[in-house]
């Protein structure tokens, strides 16, 4: 089952743990936020319940291929239910070879369904046992961006490579934390950009790079939806500042900046950010409602971005350039994609693939990396690098002028 409103906001996602308090100090603009009660979410790891989406298979995957790289699933929330593991089970590359899970009787469910034996199943507390696991040679982290740093030392600590969930961490400081622990181990850090691997937005690329629509001059992207009311910060870990950052822009915004960074193929030159923040409404006591940003490049092209989580459901890409149109709606979900280029007053519609096909095609990429030692499409590098972005974004709001990147 897909999430309606778009990637990532089903409100179960990784939401079985929970943990506050990290990373924040780093972060200076995050003071721009309200200040709120302390959250009523535990200052823990803790299994939730089964997530309200993602279905297990009927049958168990077929034993892994020669060379098949194991990979162990840390957290089972909706996503990974519903998207990460059947990615693994379903590439050439990869298998799911153990998971990790707080709550033991939904670890051993999916366990089960994946024919991953018992003493492959983790918790938490004995993660660590997993670096004497040779069954397990990467991890993917699939839990809170709050917890993202932390987990990921963990498991270069234990000797396995990474494919880390994006955003990458809470702030620089951590991702740099990241990419360092990677070198230390000498494995593989590559962040989930699935997009990079989506059929739709790889032909957008293609067709930015072979001149489609002339000289960009303007890119619009929108990412918004409306947050449940019945979520807050004691039982959304989107909404709570520790776990979330600042809110919409580094985690539904984040695909609006990524498509603006690669439709482009330039790295920007200055930042203009607005943020806003409904008063009284218990959604919003610890982040920003919505984000906007005005992101110029040294084509003189500029990004004009926003993103919400109080608004209707919008998932668009819009290039003008000097010959012509690209417009993407849905643009970044998880399948479903729609694209037509508009030119010389007539519309051609696009289909260039299966959107689903993205995430077997991101694992299958990660395991080619680590079985070949070619370089990672989407590294712990990138992800720095779009951080900085987001923090340039909020330090712009929270000072009210144009920052130079």
């Known amino acids: 089952m897909t ?28 003071a721009a936020c309200a200040t709120a009660a302390p959250s009523a979410i535990p200052a823990r790891a803790m299994g939730m319940p089964w997530p309200d989406w993602g279905t297990l298979p009927e049958e168990v995957p077929p034993p892994p291929k020669p060379g098949s790289v194991g990979v162990a699933v840390v957290g089972l929330g909706g996503y990974a239910i519903g998207k990460a593991l059947p990615a693994l089970a379903t590439a050439e590359g990869t298998h799911v070879a153990a998971v990790v899970s707080g709550n033991p009787e939904k670890a051993a469910k999916v366990a089960a369904a994946y024919g991953v034996p018992e003493d492959a199943v983790y918790s938490y507390e004995t993660f660590a046992q997993i670096a004497n696991d040779d069954r397990v040679e990467a991890v993917y982290i699939v839990l809170p961006t709050g917890l993202h740093a932390e987990w990921t030392e963990l498991a270069f600590a234990a000797g396995k490579h990474v494919i880390c969930e994006k955003p990458m961490a809470l702030n620089a400081g951590e991702c740099a934390r990241m990419i360092a622990a990677s070198e230390a181990a000498n494995r593989k850090l590559m962040i989930a950009y699935r997009c990079h691997f989506e059929p739709y937005n790889l032909k957008a ?87 906007k940003a005005e992101i110029t490049f040294p084509s003189g092209a500029v990004t004009k971005l926003v993103t919400s989580y109080n608004a209707d459901n919008l998932n ?52 080619e990396a680590i079985r070949t030692g070619a370089a990672i499409k989407t590294p712990g590098e990138m992800g720095l690098r779009d951080i900085r972005l987001v923090e340039a974004i909020h330090r712009s709001a929270a000072m009210g002028e144009v920052v130079a990147v």
């Open 3 to 30: 999430d309606p409103t778009g990637p990532d906001h089903s409100g179960s996602r990784r939401r079985f743990l929970q943990l506050t308090g990290a990373g924040v100090a780093a972060s200076p603009w995050l």
């Open 205 to 291: 690329t293609e067709l930015m790079r072979a001149g489609a629509v002339g000289a960009i001059r303007s890119i619009e992207t929108a990412n918004n939806y409306s947050a449940n009311r019945a979520h807050n910060p004691s039982n959304d870990w989107r909404l709570v500042k520790a776990l979330a950052g600042g809110g919409p822009l580094e985690d539904y915004g984040l695909y609006g900046l990524q498509a603006a960074l690669y439709l482009s193929g330039e790295v920007p030159v200055s930042v203009r950010g607005w943020t806003e923040q409904v008063p009284n409404d218990p959604r919003f006591t610890e982040v920003f409602s919505t984000v």
């Open 316 to 367: 668009m890409v819009k290039v003008t350039g000097s010959d012509g149109i690209l417009l993407m709606e849905p643009a970044t979900y998880y399948d479903g994609n729609a694209m037509k280029l508009l030119k010389g007053g007539t519309e051609e519609v696009l289909m260039p693939g299966d959107s689903n096909l993205q995430f077997s095609r991101m694992v299958q990429h990660f395991a």
